[in-house]
């Protein structure tokens, strides 16, 4: 048994020790005349110093006695103030060497794995736990992080954090409520405390409720105009939805230059992180040439969990195509069981993806679906298929510590039988995740600073510098951004904002600095609403699924010029994704009569007139499809920059 683990015992034991010496020291001194209640209380004296002297006329067991009551009150009084001075030098240690760094408030599974991978990664991180018994405090502090144990709703814990340096700040705690509040306490303190040179805060809220996620995406800081925080919620099934369709697009499986006809997909087992992949195909998997993406959804409960997505996306037919298929049994036992007509179906799917809450049972389905394929197909591992564990037990990673590598279960699974394991928490919530979301957001805000310089400078300029003619000026801008990508084959955010006003500098001979104030890259992206921003993310996330159907049509290399030939034949792809991101955001189709309600109708009540197909647009919306197009090249150079300096 360890020290640490005897401390708890050592005082009391010494206590005991303390008093049965005085006891005896008193008795053997006072012999008949002894009172063994004058003793105790004699006893309990010296352990506030009653008797400053040593007194060895009562026998030494009785100044034994006393100097251990002495050390005890030595030690009492030193640990107040060890641990005192150990917070206080702590707190320095944050506000005079951090800057820059990652707090996390609670130390629960999924801060936890948060903290310690980008601990790894060599970030610094800071995080707050309430708990001091919390079991993961101390592999946090031995992976090199720092831990306050204090009230997360105090404004003294936010400032012994220093907040107001701070890049990202992850509420990582379970309860929405407390999430919430202290996300409004941070909000106000990062307003009223900010320090500019450390630029705008990240604020990550886990919230649980589906419910709760869109009613701060739709109403929380509607008329965003704070540069202070950039705030953004997340939940790990959303999150690891978006990971996985990320990681494992379904394209990512078709066929060569294949175009026409139909692809299909299978879900096997339905949850919420199925539900939401789902809506990330809705939003996501549209591609040129090709019909609807087809969903077959195999679980035992495969018709209510059909009803469950109809009631709540009413509209995904027009996207996708979704065909439940009940499961009769576990282990795929098709010989009798199921139709003909369900076996050839799902033979003929490019990939199948995994969802439950018992990890044994999801690796036990997707072994038994790999038999089933076989005995129909004759082929060990032509279909891949990919499981999302939901980490319930640690069976995962007791079958991946195989001593020899090549004999464990990652290898055996991934590479001889083409099944590929996605962990819910684990690839979710760690550093690569944060990584890849600072990625998102720079491609985001630079879709955003196009659409702004396109439809937004020109008001600005002419309204607020009284620069006539703007509409020119803009052009010009409009082209330099364009071109920029094949003049340079890597570029930075901040490069491509220098470059912009610079140019608009030039123009209109008003200062960069004078400009700035206005026209910035963080300006623009910090005066969207939440929604406004995923659509942005949407977008950008969308720029790989494009790439790849550009160059499944034969578009090589995706440049300005191919992309302008090409045009025609991927033209209806980003409006048809547009469509379907601004129904799952609860947009509905209604005409705007008049220009001043504009506004109100699209960011509050969610009315827009332009949720119709795409060739019911006119020319000009038709050219806000092209843009993203074109804008390819230059997010490539962004995204290659980004990912060489990682």
């Not at 965003?224 to 394209?251: G, I, M, R, S």
């Not at 040439?289 to 409960?301: A, F, P, Q, R, S």
């Not at 985001?444 to 600005?460: E, G, H, P, R, T």
């Not at 890259?521 to 942005?536: A, E, G, Y």
């Amino acid at each position: 048994m360890s020290f640490k683990k005897l401390k708890p015992l050592f005082i009391p034991a010494l206590v005991v020790v303390i008093f049965v010496l005085s006891v005896t020291g008193y008795k053997q001194h006072s012999g008949d005349h002894f009172d063994f209640w004058a003793a105790v209380y004699a006893t309990i004296a010296s352990f506030l110093m009653h008797h400053v002297a040593p007194e060895a006329e009562h026998g030494y067991l009785v100044l034994i006695a006393q100097y251990l009551a002495a050390l005890i009150l030595g030690l009492g009084l030193f640990s107040l103030i060890y641990d005192y001075l150990k917070e206080k030098i702590t707190e320095s240690k944050i506000r005079y060497n951090y800057a820059g760094h990652i707090i996390v408030f609670h130390l629960n599974h999924i801060g936890r794995n948060i903290c310690l991978e980008l601990l790894q990664n060599g970030y610094k991180v800071v995080a707050v736990e309430p708990e001091k018994n919390n079991s993961f405090v101390d592999e946090v502090r031995k992976a090199g992080g720092i831990v306050l144990h204090k009230n997360v709703l105090e404004a003294e814990t936010i400032e012994a954090a220093a907040l107001e340096k701070a890049w990202i700040c992850v509420l990582a705690n379970e309860n929405d409520i407390e999430n919430i509040e202290l996300a409004n306490t941070i909000s106000r303190y990062r307003h009223e405390h900010r320090k500019s040179e450390y630029g705008i805060l990240k604020l990550m809220v886990h919230i649980t409720n589906t419910d709760n996620v869109n009613v701060i995406k739709d109403f929380y800081d509607i008329n965003n105009e704070d540069e202070h925080y950039d705030l953004e919620t997340f939940n790990v099934q959303q999150l690891a939805a978006q990971k996985l369709y990320d990681q494992f697009p379904p394209h990512k499986f078709f066929n060569g230059s294949d175009e026409g006809g139909q692809y299909a997909i299978a879900i096997i087992g339905y949850n919420r992180t199925a539900e939401n992949f789902i809506v990330e195909n809705i939003i996501l998997s549209h591609y040129p040439g090709i019909e609807n993406l087809k969903i077959y959804l195999v679980d035992k409960d495969a018709d209510t969990a059909f009803h469950e997505l109809n009631y709540k996306y009413p509209f995904y037919s027009e996207f996708v195509e979704i065909v439940p298929v009940k499961q009769l049994n576990a282990s795929f036992f098709a010989n009798f069981s199921w139709s003909k007509k369900n076996i050839e179906q799902l033979t003929k799917i490019k990939a199948a993806y995994f969802f439950g809450d018992n990890d044994s049972a999801l690796i036990n389905s997707a072994t038994s679906f790999r038999q089933f394929l076989y005995a129909q197909t004759l082929a060990i591992s032509d279909i891949p298929l990919i499981v999302c564990l939901s980490e319930d037990t640690g069976i995962v990673n007791l079958l991946n510590s195989a001593a020899n590598y090549k004999q464990n279960a990652v290898n055996l699974f991934s590479e001889q039988l083409n099944i590929h394991q996605f962990r819910q928490i684990s690839d979710t919530c760690r550093s690569e995740t944060i990584e890849e979301t600072a990625l998102t957001d720079k491609l985001s805000k630079a879709i955003n600073y196009f659409y702004s310089v396109k439809y937004d400078f020109s008001a600005l300029l002419s309204q607020h510098h009284k620069i006539h003619q703007a509409e020119n000026v803009i052009a010009q801008l409009e082209k330099e951004m364009i071109d920029l990508s094949e003049k340079r084959a890597s570029i930075t955010l901040e490069e491509l904002e220098q470059v912009v006003l610079i140019k608009l500098s030039k123009l209109t001979n008003i200062s960069p600095h004078e400009l700035e104030k206005e026209f910035s890259v963080n300006k623009r992206w910090q005066l969207l609403t939440q929604r406004k921003k995923d659509s942005n993310r949407y977008a950008a996330r969308h720029a790989a699924v494009k790439t790849a159907a550009l160059a499944r049509i034969g578009c090589r290399p995706v440049n300005i010029e191919n992309i302008r030939k090409y045009y025609p034949r991927i033209a209806p792809v980003e409006h048809k994704r547009w469509n379907a991101e601004k129904m799952v955001f609860n947009f509905k189709y209604g005409v705007i009569k008049q220009p001043a309600q504009k506004r109100f109708l699209k960011e509050t009540l969610k009315i827009h007139d332009q949720i119709i197909p795409f060739d019911k647009l006119s020319d000009e919306e038709k050219n806000k499809d092209l843009n993203l197009f074109l804008l390819l090249p230059l997010l490539t150079a962004i995204k290659q920059l980004s990912q060489s300096e990682k």
